[in-house]
């Protein structure tokens, strides 16, 4: 069942600008990820960070976790309008998958 | 709000034999589904996507004979690992996007993605 939260739900961007989604969530983890999703698609693979990292680089996409407060941070620089997709944030306690609500991004041209 | 269940939540079984996952949407209709497989690092992959009446779409690498995947209805899928061998033994989830009315901006129905809990195989 989902029991993370984003926010935003839906964000709304020139091309060019940076996107930042944020994700929180309730138990403790092992590690989070990020997936990314396009319409009637299924979840793509981003980034995963464990519990013991604060911040990770890939490409154009920076996540931080700060585990006190529960939550993470997803930005995109420089983002393109093929960037336009639902970003998850997934948290891995050990047991299960808590998956977060979704932020909808839309990168403008 | 809408929820997806997994059925049954761990499975442990012998090397050659067949297990049966199932995936509901308790009270949505699913139009798609999906089904995922967690691998050692952790990041879940995806294996197919299921539309009601017709046949899968298996992502490249994924047997298709190996992992059968039936929806037989807009709130059932199934998942069934044929002949199964210890290699297969991993963490199996899906997700289910259907209408859920009053969630778009004009107060219409919005596409909603709900996942399930997960299915843990264990192959001897």
């Known amino acids: 069942s989902q029991q993370g939260e984003e926010d935003p739900q839906a964000l709304s961007i020139q091309e060019g600008e940076n996107a930042t989604m944020n994700c929180s969530y309730k138990t403790s983890i092992n590690n989070l990820q990020w997936y990314r999703q396009n319409s009637g698609r299924g979840l793509v693979h981003l980034i995963l960070i464990r519990s013991n990292e604060r911040e990770k680089h890939s490409g154009r996409l920076r996540v931080t976790l700060d585990t006190s407060k529960k939550s993470s941070s997803l930005l995109i620089t420089a983002s393109r309008a093929a960037d336009t997709a639902s970003y998850f944030c997934?948290?891995?306690?050990?047991?299960?998958?808590?998956f977060g609500t979704g932020t909808s991004l839309t990168v403008i041209p | 709000g809408a929820v997806v269940s997994q059925h049954p939540s761990r499975v442990i079984c012998k090397s050659g034999t067949s297990v049966k996952i199932e995936c509901r949407s308790l009270d949505f209709q699913a139009t798609t589904m999906f089904w995922y497989r967690q691998f050692p690092k952790k990041s879940l992959m995806l294996m197919a996507t299921s539309n009601e009446g017709s046949k899968a779409t298996y992502e490249q690498g994924v047997e298709k004979d190996k992992f059968l995947i039936n929806h037989a209805s807009l709130t059932l899928s199934t998942l069934t690992v044929t002949s199964a061998h210890p290699e297969d033994s991993s963490f199996y989830i899906c997700?289910?996007?259907?209408?859920?009315?009053?969630?778009?901006?004009?107060?219409?129905?919005?596409?909603?993605?709900?996942f399930g809990p997960g299915t843990r195989l264990l192959v001897l």
């Open positions: 997700s289910a996007i259907g209408l859920e009315r009053d969630r778009g901006l004009a107060g219409g129905p919005e596409e909603t993605q709900y």
């Open positions: 997934a948290t891995d306690a050990g047991n299960q998958f808590y």
